[in-house]
């Protein structure tokens, strides 16, 4: 009566957020403060001040119409201007309007850029540990998702897994740096050898391999750690990004989709992503947070808190015997689970009402992830549990 | 190297935005007010001075976190009970807020319900006049879209056409009343007739034909005309409502499915939409545009300054000799066109600077669509092409 695919979709539970509700009621049961959650990726540091301002702003001094009326499908022609106006100067390239597409967040970008680019049944490589949601986003859509195992302890890129895994179905390859879960930032030197690759395999198989690049994160760097600009290293390179992150803003559903001229065909690759947001049942994006994103173009995250959590839990973690890499972007930290098994580790975790994301969905079964953007106090609070899970295994 | 479907959705220009587009290049030629332009169906009432105040007072007093933080996907659970409890009130129906979804609007609503009904290949049949994107919402995701002929000139439904083309693949007839173009609301009497035949060949063919009521001019009626709650009448519907034009927020993006618990396996279809929703890549509609409407779902719109435009349209065309029925909802009117082909008719007309809509795309050649979201001023600066028009045909 209804489709099997969809219906599992919305029946199949999202992990994370099942443990977030466990927790919310364990706290019901045992006190909000003996709940030491780390399972969302939710921001704990708000918008900065300039974005409500500026919605204020906007509110009261633009012509209600205008300010709530349809935008074109692509954006507002001088909101588009303004973000790659800002992107080209901070990256030393040339971009325009034309190559910005704005969505109601990466995922439908993401989910758009597949569609456009799947020629019925192509294939979309995504390198572990991956955001789970990219399954559904490909498989959902026709196409197949083929994973790389990831690059263990470094979680840069395992590449003879990736060379084995391109074929001529090959369209895409996702990546997502700063990673959610693993908080590490592909290096320039990873990007360049990904570059080589995959313009050595396209040449071969003929036809351009796209690197998909979903960057949610691209402003969360720690230690001034680089965040490469990845279409001036690889030229067939689509960004999908979200305003989530970056101004705290993750319920508004506002990024965009960039396909800088200097992509292969890339008024077709445009077409068909506009076209395939439209199939989705786009119309536009949020017409008034399109105003604001470009009044706040210039505007940076404050990483403070979250470099502050970082350090202590790391710190705090690897000094108990804890195998991690040091995250140095994004807000999360991914840990090796003592024994092997993040399943059996989050289970037994759980019971200490500490609450951690095994890496099972995101292909990396021997690892656990830890949200940072929580509150300092409980990080302090929780590590006798930390301490106490790792000498009990 | 891209997806032809989607290549093909991006290129094809959609006539009404082309038009409207031409009309902004003529206007910079003989001048804005010597152009008479017909063509958009955006509200051109502000959005009541509630919204604004309610946004300001959002902003400014709740914590910015939750203001702008995830929701979960099927939306804030306070902003769904309210929004059910008006509308049970309002119908004398029973819903909860767990019938409600909160989307991006209606369009990626429609969407989300038919990718979740479509087994493959599944027919959903549209009634001309009909809403142009329904086409690519079913066809660019596997299903196919039956169209049944007009009931001219009334635009109710036309019986036969629609009974012959229900087959044992029908899973779905969508209906948008008040109704883009026509203006027309179907009356009880047409609701309660295909109620029947539905409920006729659902038990002839031993499955639900769901009803997917297509409803953003839900709020939109003049002559106290009755809109009659869909839901009541024929128990497998499923609302897709939007508050584009209700409250005049076309390009804040947001909107509802409801599925009431009397659908048949409401649960199921509920669950496969939401599950749709997340293959075409929705995390949740726009947060603070939750609680806007929530706040406002006492509101209702000003349909004066559109029932007096109605009024001066129909009351001079008619005169001049055009048919047309009268609208009694929407802010539409659907004219024949003199000689019968409105593709002829509104290429004549714009040399006129006057800028009309053909059927064709809403399945009715015959006739043309006037937006009467318009300034009356451009209204009586038009007649006069109107009526030198008639003379000429």
Not at 55 to 60: C, P, S, Y
Not at 140 to 145: F, I, Q, R, V, W
Not at 251 to 275: K, Q
Not at 282 to 310: G, M, T, W
Request: proline letters at 7%.
């Amino acid at each position: 009566m209804v489709n099997e695919t969809m219906l599992q979709l919305g029946v199949k539970r999202n992990g994370i957020r099942e443990l977030f509700e466990y927790g919310l009621r364990q706290a019901a049961i045992v006190g909000r403060e003996n709940v030491f959650d780390y399972s969302l990726g939710n921001p704990s540091i708000p918008a900065p001040p300039e974005v409500n301002e500026n919605l204020v702003d906007i509110i009261r001094n633009t012509d209600s119409l205008a300010v709530h009326g349809y935008t074109p499908a692509f954006g507002l022609p001088d909101a588009r201007e303004t973000v790659a106006a800002e992107l080209g100067e901070r990256y030393g390239v040339k971009l325009r309007g034309a190559n910005l597409f704005f969505t109601c967040g990466a995922a439908p970008g993401l989910v758009a850029t597949i569609r456009a680019l799947n020629l019925g049944g192509s294939e979309f490589i995504a390198i572990a540990p991956f955001f789970p949601e990219y399954r559904p986003f490909a498989e959902s859509n026709g196409a197949k998702l083929v994973v790389v195992p990831a690059d263990i302890p470094d979680f840069q890129i395992n590449w003879e897994a990736l060379a084995a895994r391109i074929s001529e179905r090959t369209q895409g390859v996702i990546i997502n740096t700063p990673n959610n879960p693993s908080g590490v930032i592909y290096t320039r030197e990873t990007l360049e050898r990904l570059a080589a690759l995959l313009t050595e395999k396209s040449a071969e198989l003929g036809h351009p391999i796209f690197l998909i690049a979903d960057e949610p994160y691209r402003e969360r760097a720690y230690d001034d750690a680089e965040v490469p600009f990845i279409p001036s290293i690889y030229p067939n390179t689509i960004v999908c990004y979200s305003y989530s992150k970056s101004l705290s803003l993750p319920g508004e559903r506002i990024g965009y989709v960039c396909v800088p001229d200097w992509v292969e065909d890339s008024a077709a690759v445009y077409a068909a992503i506009a076209g395939a947001a439209r199939a989705s049942g786009h119309v536009c994006a949020p017409a008034l947070f399109q105003r604001v994103v470009a009044r706040c173009a210039y505007s940076r995250p404050d990483v403070k808190a979250y470099d502050e959590n970082r350090a202590l839990l790391y710190g705090a973690l690897t000094s108990y015997g804890y195998e991690c890499v040091k995250p140095n972007g994004a807000f999360y930290m991914f840990v090796k689970a003592p024994g092997g098994d993040s399943q059996a580790f989050s289970d037994k975790a759980k019971e200490k009402n500490l609450l951690l994301v095994p890496g099972n969905d995101f292909g990396v079964p021997e690892y656990f992830r830890i949200s940072t953007c929580v509150s300092p106090d409980m990080i302090r609070l929780s590590l006798p549990a930390f301490k106490a899970l790792i000498e009990e295994f």
